[in-house]
């Protein structure tokens, strides 16, 4: 009785295989999402930071204070005797922009800025982490 050197392929090795093949490629598709989200959410957290400073909003709403003001005083001069409907909307406006912007003092700002700190951290080490196993492969 001879036996064959070679040994044979049957169809689960085929199928092993193709499973492994998609396996590994949904794999890669997961970890190149994960860098993209990893990379927009670090994007986006530094953008609002920068952006909305509460120093910033607050000069923005002390602006449209003197806006609605200076809107005021312009009616008053023109001898307007009844303020228009839209006036007193944007007074209004005016008056809860400035009640936030009065609230956003009395925020913990350190604490916030510590906690966008710390996920921006743990996101960068995330994606180091997922380059150096890219790098080892």
Request: with cysteine.
């Given at each position: ?22 396996t590994?490629?949904?794999l890669l ?23 909305y ?6 000069s923005?709403?002390n602006?449209?204070?003197?806006t609605?003001?200076?809107?005021h005083?312009?009616?008053h001069?023109?001898?307007a ?10 007074h ?5 922009a400035?009640?936030?912007s009065?609230?956003?003092n ?7 800025v510590?906690e966008s700190?710390t996920?921006r ?5 995330f ?7 890219l790098?080892?492969?």
């Amino acid at each position: 009785m001879s036996f064959t050197s070679k040994p044979i392929a049957t169809r689960c090795d085929t199928v092993r295989t193709i499973a492994a093949i998609i396996t590994a490629g949904c794999l890669l598709t997961l970890t190149i999402g994960f860098l993209i989200a990893g990379t927009y959410t670090v994007k986006t957290v530094s953008v609002l930071q920068s952006t909305y400073h509460p120093e910033k909003l607050a000069s923005i709403m002390n602006t449209a204070a003197d806006t609605m003001e200076i809107f005021h005083k312009t009616t008053h001069l023109l001898g307007a005797g009844n303020q228009l409907q839209i006036f007193t909307d944007l007074h209004r406006l005016v008056g809860a922009a400035e009640d936030m912007s009065k609230t956003l003092n009395s925020l913990p700002m350190d604490k916030l800025v510590e906690e966008s700190e710390t996920w921006r951290q743990t996101s960068g080490s995330f994606l180091r982490g997922i380059k150096k196993t890219l790098d080892e492969f």
